[in-house]
């Protein structure tokens, strides 16, 4: 178990690095081919694309490693709370404002914890 659980961790780090890289990549081609950027729809998908990946990578982490979370997955998990929290009707306009800075720095962090939990994994099995 524990080595599976050590390869999903370095295949889910790469898989996100990979994934951020080409929604950053995208964004600058298009940066650079229109010589300014627009707000487009396309846009919008790469937050829904490295969204829905790292969603999904973090309930597994989570679900996978039980009670033994690192305590930087314990603060992503307070961040996306209060993310989810900030969706309630009332909060609505704000909670998507916020989101729409924030998404970025969050997608980097998860990132950077992903390459932290696979290394501290390689160190101990």
Excluded: C
Excluded at 59 to 76: D, H
Aim: aromatic share 28%; hydrophobic share 60%.
């Amino acid at each position: 178990m524990k080595t599976k659980f050590r390869n999903f961790k370095q295949a889910d780090a790469w898989i996100q690095l990979i994934a951020l890289g080409v929604v950053v990549f995208a964004f600058l081609v298009q940066l650079i081919s229109e010589g300014q950027f627009k707000w487009s729809h396309d846009f919008f998908y790469f937050y829904y694309i490295i969204g829905s990946f790292q969603l999904a990578s973090f309930f597994i982490n989570w679900f996978l490693a039980g009670y033994k979370q690192s305590r930087e997955r314990k603060i992503f998990a307070y961040f996306l709370l209060v993310f989810l929290i900030g969706l309630i009707p009332p909060l609505t306009f704000f909670g998507l404002f916020a989101l729409l800075f924030l998404s970025p720095i969050t997608a980097v962090f998860y990132v950077y914890l992903n390459f932290q939990e696979a290394k501290e994994l390689a160190f101990f099995y």
